[in-house]
């Protein structure tokens, strides 16, 4: 019998290293050649790790949410024959390949893989309950007493004295903590803690967020739209039901009107590479579809959308929403975008502060229609209002240009004709 | 007819009652005090006239003169006693000033506390307010709050009533002679303190109990220097005894051991101990409807009944029948009807069986904490291993810690062995502030005491006893 360690491998050009999100194996367990050891995440994807050869766990490399260089120990294997000896697995795209990535940086792509699976949250002992359930609260008479007068129930408080024992200055610290209501209504305070690991696609999302936030130098421009005629349009194409064709939402038009107007205003369709100072305008417009998965914030990106119809546009955005929710979405369909476009729909409020998917410049947030009395000349209209809140890199756009920008797309939406009028 | 009103009515001054009652007018509260007096007790109730002090009383006398007997026959250490003798009438006189010193005492510790005391049987009306016949004639009084605190009575046996030579403990701790033969049904702690008493003031002492051995109610460790001493006392046990009856002419006991024929044991006089049951009828408590838990008055946890502002406590409210029990939940139901958040949360009861030698236990015995699904750690250090205990002429016996395993929490104490009952403060004390063997351990105890014990018992539990 000899052991033999299996390395991280190389699982994508330029990854230095890969959070290890799920092992498939435990110690003691003997694995097949081929079998799945563990899924690793890098900054675009999942991977599996298959095991090259057969034997038996004697230890994992990390734990999960922990974070491997390539090239260091994943998995531990006795095996038969001779051992010592390192070996380094190969990675491998699932059968169903999903994606990972949250938001895209144009970096190369890696084959995709797994999500993360769901995992119970742990506790971290600190914060747990204060004792087993059952034990009585261990007091002594002066703290029970003093308790009983401020109407806090003891079975809530943690006891850090030997034992478990309450003290006076646990309960003190129970009573700045608590308010007293708290008890006196007849409920009960939970002061139970989840701890749940940040981990896999989320961890990704928050690293991007705070980058972004950190970097760049957000403002928000706010500009009310009137939608009416739009959604006439809207209605009238989409009460054509031909089967070739999509339902049309708004988000099609809103493409179409951002390729006319970022013609006009080519510093919004570009990437700012705030390390070399150079900012890329983009003649090609990928836009960025903000997407909410069950497994969280992604961005799958309808590429060329220059090039494309109206209902070529729908048609796509459809594809990849459904293609993202369901985590079929590649890596190429999941970055390269230039600018963004941010809607909740329904949910969308009245404003909203969008936080730009970096290295872009600019993101559209969509709020919520809502039909409106409008004072037209002598008197108030009902007309269908929608705002747009939209966030500017202003290191490199400075609110006139953004102002400007925005005002464009408003006519372009309040006048729909013009959106598909030649130039 | 004449009424008074007022906040509180405390119906019983027994020590429930008229410690509820002192508190209460600490407090500043409006209260009323009905005692009916009587053979049975008066103020301070069963315990200072009838109970705990003066049964401690006959106690001291008897082991005075068993041990002055001890020194005329063997003298151990040398001291010289010729042929001691008793005058019992003498002792129950003594018993009695002792007596009227406590209850003259409850009684202006009451008058100080504005407490107003109506000597007389009362009969509850309704849940606020009762009729008490008084010497100057019936009275009614009306409280916003009434506190039941009647107190229990002897049990009887059916099969020997009360009279002629069988006794009760009251009367016991009042005869005019000690008797030649006396026989004890129930060898409970009141039982056995009063038999062994008797046996060593001089009468010919037989226990008579219905289970398998003394003292059923505590565990074999803890009872066994207990039947030593009886045995060495020459009193005769039998265990698995029941009683027929009282012979015709009334001066024997017929009893029947495990199917074997009946017998008879002549007797000067039978006491019968088998047991105190709650005062529950004569005084109108059907009227009230309360919810009962079997013989005795429900409670919660704030010693509230099932109607709203009538409290009980104390002996009336069942096991266990203990004075210092009934003490903590006046003093709780007090506080209560002043305003204050209370409930009777004690960790622990103590108790104390004034047999000997003495048995404290207090907190749960190592067998209960097991069955509680404790894992235990036990430590016993005996009294053979105490230097005070040696010069005291009191070895026999010890004291047993039982500590969770897991996080040393002591769980109980129990002892057993000469004057040990004042060691049920230290244990108590020990088990109400959370103790870990190692407080226990870590606190110095004054050398050379029998509480040393404890402290040598608790090490034991963690390996480090350093005198056994």
Redesign the interface.
Same mark, same amino acid.
């Given at each position: 019998m000899g052991t033999r360690i299996i390395k991280l491998p190389d699982v994508g050009e330029g990854v230095a290293e890969a959070e290890l999100v799920e092992w498939h194996v435990e110690v003691g367990q003997s694995v097949l050649e081929d079998q799945i050891l563990a899924a690793v995440m890098t900054d675009k994807a999942t991977v599996e790790i298959p095991s090259p050869v057969a034997g038996t766990v004697v230890a994992l490399g990390a734990e999960v949410g922990g974070v491997l260089a390539v090239g260091a120990e994943l998995v531990r294997l006795e095996v038969a024959g001779e051992g010592n000896e390192e070996v380094v697995a190969a990675p491998r795209e699932a059968a169903a390949p999903m994606p990972a990535a949250a938001l895209q940086s144009p970096a190369p792509t890696v084959p995709a893989s797994r999500p993360p699976t769901s995992r119970a949250p742990t506790s971290r002992a600190p914060v747990g309950p204060p004792r087993p359930p059952g034990d009585k609260p261990? +007091?002594?008479?002066a703290v &029970? &007493?003093r308790a %009983?007068?401020a /109407?806090v129930d003891l079975r809530q408080v943690r006891g850090t /004295?030997? +034992? /478990? %024992?309450i003290g006076y200055d646990d309960l003190e610290a129970f009573l700045r903590g608590a308010p007293k209501s708290a008890t006196a209504a007849g409920r009960t305070a939970n002061t139970s803690v989840e701890t749940v690991k940040i981990i896999g696609l989320r961890r990704r999302i928050a690293q991007k967020m705070a980058e972004s936030t950190r970097r760049i130098a957000h403002f928000s421009y706010v500009e009310e739209v009137d939608v009416t005629a739009l959604e006439e349009l809207r209605a009238t194409l989409n009460g054509e039901n031909r089967p070739d064709h999509p339902r049309l939402t708004l988000m099609p038009f809103l493409m179409q009107a951002l390729v006319r107007a970022v013609a006009e205003f080519p510093e919004m369709n570009a990437l700012y590479d705030d390390e070399a100072e150079t900012l890329e305008r983009h003649r090609g417009v990928h836009i960025g579809i903000a997407t909410q998965t069950p497994a969280g914030l992604m961005v799958p990106v309808v590429r060329h959308c220059e090039a494309r119809g109206l209902w070529d546009c729908a048609a796509e955005v459809q594809r990849l929403a459904e293609a993202a929710r369901a985590g079929r979405a590649t890596s190429a369909e999941l970055s390269g975008s230039t600018i963004t476009i941010t809607s909740l729909g329904a949910l969308g409020g009245i404003v909203t502060t969008p936080v730009i998917n970096r290295p872009e410049v600019a993101i559209i947030g969509v709020n919520k229609q809502v039909v409106r009395p409008v004072w037209q000349g002598e008197q108030f209209v009902p007309r269908t209002m929608m705002n747009l809140s939209s966030s500017f890199d202003h290191r490199v756009i400075d609110g006139y240009v953004a102002a400007r920008f925005v005002q464009r797309l408003k006519s372009l939406l309040e006048a729909p004709a013009t959106i598909f009028i030649e130039a | 007819m004449a009424e008074i009103e007022a906040k509180v009515l405390v119906v019983g001054g027994g020590p429930g009652g008229y410690v509820c009652a002192i508190r209460a007018g600490q407090l500043g509260l409006d209260v009323v005090l009905v005692e009916q007096g009587g053979p049975d007790g008066g103020l301070g109730g069963t315990c200072l006239n009838v109970g705990c002090i003066p049964s401690k009383a006959i106690i001291h006398a008897a082991d005075a003169y068993e041990r002055a007997v001890e020194q005329a026959t063997s003298a151990p250490f040398g001291l010289r006693v010729e042929r001691p003798t008793i005058d019992f009438a003498r002792t129950v006189d003594w018993k009695d000033g002792i007596v009227g010193r406590l209850t003259s005492g409850v009684s202006a510790l009451l008058k100080r506390h504005r407490v107003k005391i109506v000597q007389g049987h009362a009969t509850m009306v309704d849940g606020k307010s009762c009729r008490v016949e008084t010497d100057t004639g019936p009275q009614i009084v009306r409280a916003e709050h009434v506190v039941l605190a009647t107190g229990s009575m002897p049990a009887a046996l059916p099969t020997l009533p009360f009279g002629g030579r069988v006794i009760s403990s009251t009367e016991a701790l009042s005869l005019s002679a000690v008797p030649e033969r006396m026989v004890v049904v129930g060898a409970g702690y009141i039982g056995l303190e009063l038999g062994t008493a008797f046996a060593k003031l001089g009468a010919k002492v037989t226990v008579i109990e219905a289970e398998d051995r003394i003292l059923p109610v505590y565990d074999a460790e803890l009872v066994r220097p207990v039947s030593r001493r009886l045995q060495a006392l020459g009193v005769e046990v039998l265990t698995g005894t029941r009683v027929v009856g009282l012979s015709d002419s009334g001066d024997a006991v017929q009893i029947e051991r495990q199917g074997a024929a009946a017998r008879s044991l002549a007797a000067d006089r039978i006491l019968v101990a088998t047991g105190r049951r709650a005062r529950v009828a004569g005084f109108g408590l059907e009227r009230l409807d309360l919810t009962m838990s079997g013989a005795f008055v429900a409670i919660d946890e704030r010693c509230a009944t099932s109607m709203r502002n009538v409290w009980a406590i104390g002996d009336l409210t069942g096991e266990p029948m203990l004075a210092h029990r009934a003490m903590a939940q006046g003093v709780v139901v007090a506080e209560q009807i002043a305003g204050q958040r209370r409930v009777f949360d004690s960790a622990v009861i103590p108790a104390v069986c004034f047999t000997d030698p003495e048995i404290v236990t207090v907190g749960h015995s190592p067998e209960a904490a097991r069955k509680a699904g404790h894992e235990v750690h036990t430590g016993t250090f005996p009294f053979q291993a105490n230097g005070r205990a040696m010069t005291l002429r009191a070895e026999d016996g010890f004291v047993r810690v039982a500590a969770r395993a897991d996080n040393h929490l002591v769980l109980g104490i129990a002892a057993v062995g000469a004057g040990v009952s004042e060691l049920a403060g230290a244990f108590g004390l020990a088990l109400e502030m959370g103790a870990r063997l190692e407080d226990i351990g870590g606190t110095i105890h004054a050398h050379p005491t029998l509480g040393e014990a404890l402290h040598e018992a608790s090490l034991r539990a963690l390996g480090e006893a350093l005198h056994i």
């Open positions: 261990l +007091a002594s008479p &029970r &007493r %009983r007068d /109407g /004295g030997p +034992a /478990g %024992r | -």
